[in-house]
């Protein structure tokens, strides 16, 4: 997408922006709407700050992701005002003024501390809606969080705009680069780190900017579904590399799995099995669709997978039945993505409030909803060989549905999870994740 296509859409995001806010306010009964970007947060006992990360409902609003003690204003019918802090300080490279497209959208106050953005914030007894953390709290401006505002732009951002799918598109572009470097380095011989490393590197971005810590396991560490240690040292062997890793771009994230093994073995059979699945799975992401369904249908796609390779002695629906595939296939099949790597909103019922119940027995799916044009869902399916999960089969009695020495077999692999980021439209679906390595390949 051109440059000048971005701005029209960023225009047109914006609008939205606006509009969405107006309905949410009258919901809620305010007169304003007001978003502090969010404060550093510093480590216990002492002056050291965490990595800053940006109030996500004041990234929707522009794409400013590093200037903490900022603020948005918003009253219905006015120009969106955005008072911006620009210390005085010789210590950090202080934000620099406001530039791109987006400027001449906004009415920019610039301040020099904090303390003072009271000036130019609604009046304290005004019906004002703030949308932050306690900590942004300034003064008698204390963050509220009206449920009714909240529901209501949380479910919506379940919709993206064109813009917000081209800012998914263009994180998805770094972080494809980065997926690439990362297997040369795997197949090269490196450790975890030396592949963290090479990532980084491709992407551009340093493990803070990145929209989620990466997970790099090298052997059995890929059966850890968060691992996160990063050896030094490769294994010797090096077997097997499952690498999830994202990108950020304008803050939005993308978010990519993939997994590769060193020779042409059983265990890559396995993950070309599973890779064909998830496609399958990604086409599911259409207009009307319940997401549970998709997650449903994956323990059975995978149930298959399993039997296949002889690693289950049941049928597909038993072991699903049973709980059998649950152990391989320990996590959901994936959620919404956007602002945020696990976007808001995953079980609103509607505008208003309501859960969508996760199905029995899947207590870690992260989205219930259904589908529809402009949700943009990551699909990830895996199979593990996880110890304590094969253990807890054997404690229910269900040894018997497990070929244990084929665990032993894959059990130096790790597991394999394949993650791909695809657009529900009005039609067939967009695979974000693959149309990007494609067109890069
Ligand atoms: N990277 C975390 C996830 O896939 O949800
Ligand atoms: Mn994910
Ligand atoms: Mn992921």
């Not at 005085?88 to 959208?105: K, L, R, T």
């Not at 609604?122 to 709290?137: F, K, V």
């Not at 732009?153 to 972080?175: C, N, Q, S, W």
């Amino acid at each position: 997408m051109s440059s000048d296509n971005i701005h029209a859409h960023y225009a047109d995001h914006l609008r939205t922006a606006m509009q969405r806010a107006d309905t949410a306010l009258a919901r809620g009964g305010f007169d304003h709407l007001v978003i502090p970007s969010g404060t550093l947060h510093y480590q216990a006992f002492d002056d050291r700050d965490y990595p800053y990360a940006v109030n996500p409902n004041f990234k929707f609003w522009l794409p400013l992701t590093n200037a903490p003690g900022s603020w948005l204003v918003y009253t219905p019918g006015q120009k969106p005002r955005l008072i911006f802090l620009q210390p005085h300080d010789y210590w950090h490279v202080v934000p620099s003024d406001p530039s791109g497209a987006w400027v001449e959208h906004f009415d920019i106050v610039v301040i020099r501390t904090a303390d003072e953005a009271l000036q130019h914030l609604p009046d304290a007894s005004a019906r004002t809606a703030i949308l932050g953390e306690p900590q942004s709290a300034l003064g008698n401006v204390i963050p509220n969080n009206p449920q009714a505002v909240l529901a209501y732009l949380d479910f919506h951002r379940a919709f993206k705009t064109p813009y917000e799918v081209a800012m998914i598109r263009l994180a998805t572009r770094r972080g494809v680069r980065g997926h690439r470097a990362a297997e040369r380095a795997f197949r090269a011989g490196a450790s975890e780190f030396g592949i963290h490393l090479a990532y980084c590197q491709a992407v551009g971005q340093d493990s803070a900017e990145l929209p989620y810590g990466n997970i790099i396991g090298l052997n059995e560490h890929g059966a850890v579904l968060h691992y996160m240690d990063r050896d030094r040292v490769p294994p010797r062997p090096s077997r097997s590399l499952l690498i999830d890793a994202g990108a950020s771009h304008n803050g939005y994230a993308c978010d990519i799995t993939r997994t590769y093994s060193a020779t042409n073995d059983d265990f890559q059979s396995m993950i070309n099995a599973v890779d064909m699945a998830q496609r399958a799975m990604c086409d599911q992401v259409r207009n009307g669709t319940d997401y549970r369904q998709i997650h449903l249908d994956a323990h059975l796609a995978l149930g298959r997978i399993l039997k296949d390779f002889g690693v289950t002695t049941v049928d597909a629906e038993t072991a699903v039945e049973t709980g059998v595939t649950s152990a391989f296939f320990p996590h959901g099949i994936g959620h919404g993505i956007g602002l945020q790597v696990h976007d808001v909103a995953g079980f609103a019922e509607t505008d208003a409030g309501g859960t969508l119940d996760k199905p029995d027995g899947h207590p870690y799916l992260r989205m219930t909803r259904v589908l529809a044009p402009g949700m943009v869902v990551t699909i990830e399916p895996g199979i593990y060989f996880i110890d304590m999960l094969l253990n807890e089969l054997k404690d229910k009695g269900l040894a018997g549905s497990i070929d244990w020495a084929k665990v032993e077999a894959f059990k130096p692999y790790g597991g394999i999870r394949i993650e791909d980021e695809v657009v529900c439209t009005d039609d067939a679906p967009i695979n974000i994740t693959r149309e990007t390595w494609s067109e890069i390949a």
